[in-house]
């Protein structure tokens, strides 16, 4: 049995950073694996920390090797891509996925003859090839979910092919920070005012984490102004409480075309914000749209 000992008086943090350091070399020892430098305060990095070396452990120059050889196991070539919302019904984002070329390399060199994109089944059975060289041999797709995309390279100077695989996620923003991108998007040439755009926010978010709840009731109804004649406007509420509302003195339409975007494509896209969690592609159907 290993005892811990602790001097008198020490203060409960310091107790509780000795016996976790302590159990941590314990365990580590207990494997085989001893430690004969700490980790260091540096002044480099943007953590301040630099692992020191130590026997059992890959050193700093063999984890840099390892690094070097990707640039030429790829021959410079890495897999990336992008996205912003997508228009699509029934989808979260438009991915572009194209081939970057790291300093000079067979995409500089013009010796690259065409991509063969893998998506996977759940958005296609088959492979997309693009023979364009433009944009790095860019392509542009729609997506309900994160998955692995493979990229298969063909060139001119060798006899197989080289094989890239990316990530494809969007989940680097919150979700509030997504669905306003979507907000945005979508209501870009509507009447939607700058002050109001965050209560749409606030209620796509709760129908987000409440997939199950019915509908928003959205009504727009006529609203007189005051006791002179003709002064009337138009407010678009949940009905019939009025938790969200929008008032307008243009004339109904206006709020119309807003209720439409809320209905057919920002709710839908609440309805299934979890399926963007799985290894996904396109929905095989648009989500069912329930009358607003």
Not at 114 to 125: A, R, T
Not at 276 to 288: F, Q, S, V
């Amino acid at each position: 049995m290993v005892g811990v000992h602790l001097a008198p008086l020490v203060t409960l943090g310091v107790v509780s950073v000795v016996v976790i350091v302590s159990l941590s070399v314990l365990a580590l020892a207990g494997h085989g694996i001893r430690l004969r430098s700490p980790i260091v305060r540096s002044g480099h990095g943007p953590s301040g920390w630099k692992q020191g070396k130590g026997e059992g452990m890959l050193d700093w120059e063999a984890l840099e090797h390892e690094r070097i050889s990707t640039y030429e196991r790829q021959r410079g070539l890495f897999l990336v891509h992008t996205w912003k919302a997508s228009t699509q019904p029934g989808q979260m984002v438009a991915v572009t996925a194209w081939i970057a070329q790291h300093r000079d390399g067979p995409l500089a060199q013009g010796k690259v003859k065409g991509v063969e994109y893998v998506w996977g089944p759940k958005f296609d059975e088959h492979s997309q090839v693009v023979t364009q060289p433009a944009n790095g041999f860019a392509i542009t797709v729609d997506l309900y979910g994160p998955l692995v995309l493979l990229a298969r390279v063909r060139l001119t100077d060798a006899p197989e092919p080289l094989v890239l695989t990316r990530y494809v996620n969007f989940v680097e923003q919150s979700e509030t920070e997504e669905i306003g991108a979507l907000v945005d998007r979508f209501c870009a040439a509507l009447p939607l005012k700058r002050d109001e755009r965050e209560g749409l926010v606030q209620l796509l978010d709760h129908y987000r984490r409440t997939p199950h709840e019915p509908d928003p009731p959205l009504k727009i109804t006529r609203v007189v102004l005051g006791e002179a004649p003709g002064r009337v406007a138009w407010r678009m509420s949940l009905a019939p409480k009025s938790a969200y509302s929008i008032q307008r003195d243009e004339p109904e339409p206006a709020l119309e075309a807003l209720k439409a975007v809320i209905r057919d494509e920002l709710v839908p896209r609440m309805r299934w914000w979890d399926r963007r969690h799985g290894d996904g592609g396109a929905l095989e159907a648009a989500p069912e749209t329930r009358g607003l």
